[in-house]
């Protein structure tokens, strides 16, 4: 569930949360992307995930969560990155 777009710097949505209920604060986890100027047309994407404390799941199942996702999101800007220094003016800065 989306929870927030703040354009052009924030996006944020949950997921995580038990089936047929509402993503909420406790129940999920939060994902953020949040885009910030380094100067010289240079970008920042910061990832971040919080919320898995307050999930009632048995403690070894968080930390393979984080693991897992701590790979993944690490993976996936990475081709993020490799795609825009391939192409760069395909995707404007500014």
Do not use: D
């Amino acid at each position: 569930m989306v929870e927030t777009v703040e354009e052009p710097s924030r996006f944020a949505f949950r997921w995580s949360h038990p089936a047929g209920a509402k993503p909420a604060a406790g129940n999920s986890c939060l994902v953020e992307f949040i885009l910030s100027s380094e100067g010289s047309g240079r970008t920042r994407l910061r990832v971040v995930e919080s919320g898995l404390e307050a999930l009632e799941w048995p403690q070894e199942q968080k930390i393979q969560y984080a693991a897992e996702h701590n790979e993944g999101w690490a993976t996936f800007t990475g081709r993020l990155a490799n795609l825009l220094t391939k192409h760069p003016a395909e995707h404007p800065r500014g």
